[in-house]
């Protein structure tokens, strides 16, 4: 190390250059679930292994463990933004030495493997050929839950959790989830019950063009800056790249645009608070999103919050008209038309498209099935039956022979994400108190929505969470903003506001 160069100083060097690693990794599984052809399965999952296993040398290095400890002695010399970095390299630190370089390795290999095969599998409905594939990603999963738990002195599912929300433990969710499972199922049937007829749907066909047309305009509107970032189509939505190559994807229905509208606004969402981080810290961790419940608020804030609020749809509805209107049929859609189905209830099968009523139900059934897996207690070829009955019992709905809408339908699990689930319905909670926040602070918040003149709330956004990077937990960041930790309330009377008010 040059002697004009401090410990602290070093630091920033090497994780500037795994942010590169990071980059480079994102960009090829976006290359992968966008362009790549069947045949270039095998190379990419070399790359992508090769990769992993050079950003994990990386973080466990013998030096870089010592350049940590001389950081941390000399820490009164570094300013918050330094000292909240320098936490964050050691938590990223600490997580990887946890990690034997083999099992890296083989878990990259087996989780990239499994998702490729889930593309074709899905459609064909072919449980059959993903089942083997699946497990291995499961076995892979158990012993990275093990090596890390013992790590960090936590229960195997729980340190898999930690990876998406740091201390998140399956001791203080499930208290939220079961309150949530005794809330939902009255407030559904008493709004299912009162509904009315509903506008079945939307009459088609949409053409893909026109749809990404309009779904490009709400980027617009919203603020996604085209300069950093694309829209594209994939086998399941997604945001990824970093703040300055922001990738976003959707998927789109012939016969339902509203699915890929409110896709795009999700991901916009997860775009907006990805484009917004601190610039001045884009290459260190400290510059990076706090966590994916927060990641999943914002996406929710601009999707449930805003998105379908009636505000919204009126200010939403000519752009729909213009670029659909040759799909019409000559009907001449209404902004209350288009609200109602957008905020239509209806218990389904499919997690992404489901209302915000019966979404954290899909969420709950996989943080319950995915803690069976992780523990042992559940094999990977049952899974299709346990997630029939866990259907069954919170939505009403069989999915007994009908894996693709059943537990094909997300991508997740075939790519070894276990534990991030719980995040979307607790970023849900987080949406609702951030934006009861952000109301106190826009008290014309529906008139700029219905106006389409976002930039205020957006700013708000940037302001209060976005350029606050990592520099605070989750936990002090909410607290700050709202004036409380995390409270489900504001969540409850949100959905009884909209949907029975």
């Not at 030096?63 to 938590?91: I, K």
């Not at 085209?226 to 990738?247: E, I, N």
Request: hydrophobic share 40%.
């Amino acid at each position: 190390m040059p002697e004009h160069l401090k410990p602290y100083d070093v630091l920033e060097t090497r994780f500037a250059d795994l942010h590169s690693i990071k980059h480079a990794q994102s960009v090829l599984y976006w290359d992968e679930a966008v362009l790549m052809s069947a045949g270039g399965g095998a190379a990419r999952r070399e790359s992508l292994a090769a990769l992993a296993t050079l950003a994990h040398r990386s973080l466990t290095a013998p030096e870089l463990g010592d350049l940590l400890d001389a950081a941390e002695a000399n820490v009164e010399g570094l300013n918050d933004w330094q000292r909240a970095n320098l936490r964050a390299m050691q938590r990223l630190h600490q997580r990887a030495a946890g990690i034997p370089e083999a099992l890296v390795q083989a878990t990259q290999i087996a989780n990239a493997r499994c998702q490729q095969i889930w593309r074709t599998a899905r459609p064909a409905d072919d449980w059959m050929s993903i089942s083997q594939p699946l497990a291995e990603v499961v076995a892979l999963a158990r012993e990275n839950a093990a090596a890390l738990g013992e790590a960090l002195a936590l229960e195997p599912y729980d340190a898999l959790l930690d990876t998406y929300e740091k201390g998140a433990t399956t001791k203080n969710v499930t208290p939220i989830f079961e309150d949530l499972k005794t809330f939902l199922p009255g407030l559904i049937d008493r709004v299912l019950g009162e509904q009315g007829n509903v506008l079945g749907s939307l009459e088609g066909p949409f053409s893909a063009r026109d749809q990404r047309r309009l779904g490009e305009e709400m980027m617009r509107s919203l603020g996604f800056d085209f300069a950093r970032g694309r829209l594209d189509v994939s086998h399941h939505p997604f945001c990824g790249g970093v703040p300055d190559d922001t990738r976003i994807t959707t998927r789109f229905d012939d016969n339902d645009f509203l699915e890929s509208f409110m896709a795009v606004l999700h991901e916009t969402g997860h775009a907006l608070y990805q484009q917004g981080l601190p610039s001045q810290w884009r290459k260190q961790p400290v510059g990076g999103s706090l966590g994916a419940a927060v990641h999943e608020s914002q996406s929710l804030f601009i999707e449930m919050q805003i998105g379908r609020s009636y505000e919204f749809m009126a200010f939403a509805t000519p752009s729909i008209r213009r670029h659909l209107s040759a799909s019409d049929g000559g009907k001449a859609w209404t902004a209350e038309e288009i609200y109602a189905r957008a905020i239509r209830v209806r218990p389904d099968y499919i997690r992404v498209g489901a209302d915000e009523l019966t979404y954290p139900l899909h969420v709950i059934l996989r943080f319950e099935l995915e803690q069976l897996l992780i523990a042992g207690d559940l094999g990977a070829s049952e899974i299709p039956d346990a997630w029939n009955d866990a259907m069954t019992r919170y939505l009403g709905v069989s999915t007994e022979g009908n894996f693709a809408d059943g537990c094909m339908q997300d991508v997740h699990w075939f790519s070894g994400l276990f534990g991030y689930f719980p995040t979307y319905t607790l970023g849900a909670l987080m949406a609702a108190q951030w934006f009861a926040a952000a109301s106190a602070s826009i008290p014309d918040i529906e008139a700029k929505t219905e106006e389409g003149n976002f930039g205020p709330i957006v700013a708000w956004l940037r302001h209060q969470i976005h350029g606050q990077g990592r520099l605070k937990t989750a936990h002090e960041l909410l607290t700050d903003v709202t004036g409380e930790p995390l409270n489900p309330d504001y969540f409850k009377k949100h959905l009884q506001r909209r949907y029975l008010d």
